[in-house]
């Protein structure tokens, strides 16, 4: 019987998901994932009126949401397009350490359109890119949930990675 | 009124899209490419009884079937991890010279699951990576029809991508 790893992976994201295709893929995604490890979405509500306010002052705003969400031990990562770049393999090699090391929990953040303030960046304890290419906030979560769920196959020997 | 460019774009891909929510997701990309730029999707079938043999043979048919598709004054690009990682700017600047080199047909090639072979390495004009992290050739898809959506409206000027 396969046991579920202690650690948990929680990803927060601003606004719900606005489009039905990538509602569909992304959940389709989740599921495999939660044959491997605990893991689970949650969205926080956009700003009200986000499109009257400055960038900069919906990033804060979006920043005080994000930050009552987390909890001081738990260990944040968030996508960005400032972050480093791994291979596939590199991040599941990152994956399993932090599993060594019984992190207990790991929460993704992404951003919204506009990205992070400085507030975030300071709580992060890491940052990933996932190409040199900007993609939509939206499009991000579905390649996020492929990409967590090919490290676990990784993890797990399991023949859904080709090198 | 917008008057389309003289480049045209094509897709070639091998294997129809499997999954639903990609193929919607693509479409609702095309439809928004094509306001912009004359762009096509061709799929080639997959090589028969594909499972029985080896990576090696299987991207050898397959590159026959992809030449046989190709004249020789096109300029072939191939999505590929081997490749050249851009930022959406750089793409975008990439893709503007090609119209101002009056180039008229671009072909982007997404190759099979285990990518491809000498013979199209040796054909290709240029290779582009869209991350270093491996996506499954299906995914690949929508991601690069997100980007090249996002291409032109960088160059159009249009407000869709964010800095």
């Known amino acids: ?48 009126n986000a499109a009257s306010l400055t960038p900069q002052i919906l990033r804060q705003k979006e920043a005080e949401l994000i930050l009552a969400k987390l909890k001081s031990d738990e260990l944040v ?3 960005d397009e400032q972050g480093k770049e791994m291979h596939s393999r590199g ?7 932090q599993m060594n090391l019984s992190v207990k929990q790991v929460t993704f953040i992404i951003g919204g359109a506009f990205g992070f303030s400085d507030e975030i960046y300071q709580r992060a304890n890491k940052k990933i890119s996932l190409s040199k290419m ?18 676990f196959s990784i993890i797990n020997n399991h023949p859904y990675h080709n090198d």
Chains 1, 2 share one sequence.
Not at 91 to 97: D, G, L, R, S
Not at 134 to 151: D, N, P, V
């Open 91 to 97: 991040f599941a090699e990152f994956m399993q350490q």
């Open 77 to 79: 990562i968030l996508l």
């Open 1 to 48: 019987m396969f046991i579920l790893p202690i650690m948990k992976i929680r990803l927060l994201q601003i606004g719900k998901t606005n489009e039905d295709f990538l509602v569909e893929g992304i959940k389709s995604f989740e599921k495999r994932i939660q044959g491997y490890i605990t893991y689970s979405t949650e969205t926080i509500a956009n700003v009200k």
């Open 134 to 151: 900007t993609f939509s906030h939206q499009l991000i979560r579905l390649i996020f949930a492929e990409q967590l769920y090919r490290c």
